[in-house]
């Protein structure tokens, strides 16, 4: 039997965007795996005072049990109102079916990805609009994407980008109905985003600009927008890590991003960067440690300092509740 995202507590994203849109900033999109992200996501965004979309994955979702993740979105609103009555919603990042898109539907998820952008661009639209129409019967937001990002992040890689094309954009939305459009304007998946040694590009903001004169008002989304934070990667390296190369979005060019029509930036990579380095440390500062309470606990909380750090530097969604 179907499950509304009302009775859980959730929001779908129509009014967050349209806030954000009026205030200039972008609603975080942190993906999650287990309960120790969850935790520290919404402390992060109750004590900020931060509306939040808890993004999980198809392969998250087979990790975590989506009957189990609906529960620990119901526990995540009921945590969030302990500290503020944040608004919450529960979104699949990159769906690749419309078969997966409605399970989520009858599951409770409040938001939905379709992300046919390795199809053609007809093919495309014609899976989006099929997600939509089932979706908007149950009023869950559904977002499309036109371009490719590069990068591999979960299931979701690609070996090089295609930037969108916003003479593609007009007709995508009017056709599909979406209400959000994931664009690619240089950002990447995973940690590895740029050449090492080599300038970080900047991101396209000339493709941006001309996608909100096309689309005036219309949400528009960032995926692959983790900056990589070095003193993560400097961390996990120090106490055994190999991580080397890896370079992120320039914290500066996101929050420019944010104040235009940018409703939506989705970060994972920094979370797990976050949450590994503070794992590795506690283990090597007490290797006889077994207790995952001890080694997790320490990794919650730095998730929670990133989380603050992002919503009040970077996005701009602090103190918006």
Known sequence: ?????????????????????????????????????????????????????????????????????????????????????????????????????????????????????????????????????????????????????????????????????????????????????????????GAFKFAPGKPVPPLRFDILEEIERRLPGFPIVLHGASSVVPEYVDMINAYGGDIKGALGVPEEQLRRAASSAVCKINIDSDGRLAFTAAIRKALAENPAEFDPRKYLSPARDLLVELIKHKNREVLGSAERI
């Open 1 to 189: 039997m179907a499950v509304s995202f009302k009775d859980l507590g959730l929001c779908n994203t129509r009014d967050m965007f349209a806030g954000a849109m009026a205030g200039k900033y972008a609603i975080p999109a942190y993906n999650f795996n287990n309960m120790e992200q969850l935790q520290a996501i919404i402390s992060g965004c109750a004590q900020s005072r931060s509306p939040v979309i808890l993004q999980v994955s198809k392969g998250a979702r087979n990790y975590a049990n989506g009957t189990l993740l609906r529960y620990m979105a119901m526990g995540a609103v009921e945590l969030a109102h302990q500290t503020a009555p944040i608004p919450i919603a529960l979104h699949l990042d990159h769906g690749d079916s419309f078969e997966l898109c409605k399970d989520c539907v009858d599951s409770g998820f409040s938001s939905v990805m379709i992300d046919g952008s390795h199809l053609s661009f007809q093919e495309n639209m014609a899976l989006t609009k099929k997600v939509v129409e089932y979706a908007h019967q149950f009023d869950v937001s559904v977002e499309g994407e036109l371009g490719v990002l590069a990068g591999i992040e979960d299931e979701v890689s690609s070996e090089v980008s295609h930037y969108t094309d916003p003479e593609e954009v007009e007709e995508f939305v009017r056709f599909t109905g979406v209400d959000s459009l994931a664009i690619s304007i240089g950002t990447s998946h």
